[in-house]
């Protein structure tokens, strides 16, 4: 059924988080728009359904709420995966947008490990805290067990960087996800 629910409570965030890798309506409140809208862009650009709803200590700053949503937003990923059997296992993109590049290349691999090359000029998109997308996506690929590896080579807005990396990982989650075609494990060991 690569469907997940996951509800995860702390002193410090509450969150809902409703994944279905084959696709559904998207609604995300989060409390920080920015982030709102590259989670938004990461589930239709995916092609998942995809709800989520946070209640976070924002009057501290978004690092809890952005942190623990990937946190929960990976175990969505990993419990929705099962086994991790039938799927086409790896998926890369790259995706420009404007002045940016960002390349994602990924491994549901089993194996959790985060290689991020961007730097932001700015330090606020909104009331988004750039320097918490790496931990955003920190969080995700070690919950979902996901080898991930984010790059943006160029670029100087970083909201323009960011929403570029969220689509980019979007549509390689989306390939690496596709069925295989006899819904083997796609590993010589047989098991991930």
Same mark, same amino acid.
């Given at each position: 059924? *690569?469907? =997940? #629910?996951?509800?995860?409570?702390?002193?410090?965030?509450?969150?809902?988080?409703?994944?279905? @890798?084959?696709?559904?309506?998207?609604?995300?409140?989060?409390?920080?728009?920015? $982030?709102?809208?590259?989670?938004?862009? $990461?589930? +239709?650009?995916?092609? $998942?359904?995809?709800?989520?709803?946070?209640?976070?200590?924002?009057? /501290?700053?978004?690092?809890?709420?952005? #942190?623990?949503?990937?946190?929960?937003?990976?175990?969505?990923?990993?419990?929705?995966?099962?086994?991790?059997?039938?799927?086409?296992?790896?998926?890369?993109?790259?995706?420009?947008?404007?002045? =940016? %590049?960002?390349?994602? +290349?990924?491994?549901?691999?089993? *194996?959790? $490990? @985060?290689?991020? *090359?961007?730097?932001?000029?700015?330090? %606020?998109?909104?009331?988004?805290?750039?320097? +918490?997308?790496?931990?955003?996506? *920190?969080?995700?690929?070690?919950?979902?067990?996901?080898?991930?590896?984010?790059? /943006?080579?160029?670029?100087?807005? =970083?909201?323009?960087?960011?929403?570029?990396?969220?689509?980019?990982?979007?549509?390689?989650?989306?390939? =690496?996800?596709?069925?295989?075609?006899?819904?083997? /494990?796609?590993?010589?060991?047989?098991?991930?």
């Amino acid at each position: 059924m *690569r469907k =997940a #629910e996951i509800i995860r409570n702390t002193k410090e965030t509450q969150i809902k988080v409703e994944l279905d @890798l084959d696709g559904g309506a998207v609604e995300v409140s989060t409390g920080i728009g920015f $982030f709102d809208h590259m989670l938004t862009a $990461f589930g +239709v650009h995916g092609g $998942f359904g995809l709800k989520i709803e946070v209640t976070g200590d924002l009057e /501290v700053d978004t690092h809890h709420t952005v #942190e623990d949503t990937g946190i929960a937003l990976g175990m969505a990923f990993k419990e929705a995966l099962g086994d991790m059997s039938g799927i086409m296992r790896y998926g890369s993109f790259s995706i420009p947008m404007d002045e =940016a %590049l960002a390349n994602v +290349v990924l491994d549901i691999s089993n *194996r959790p $490990f @985060l290689c991020f *090359r961007a730097s932001f000029e700015q330090e %606020l998109c909104g009331d988004y805290e750039t320097c +918490v997308t790496e931990e955003f996506f *920190r969080a995700f690929a070690m919950n979902s067990c996901i080898t991930l590896h984010i790059s /943006v080579p160029y670029g100087s807005n =970083a909201h323009h960087e960011i929403e570029a990396i969220f689509k980019a990982c979007a549509h390689a989650l989306k390939v =690496a996800v596709t069925p295989n075609t006899d819904g083997s /494990v796609l590993s010589t060991k047989g098991v991930l």
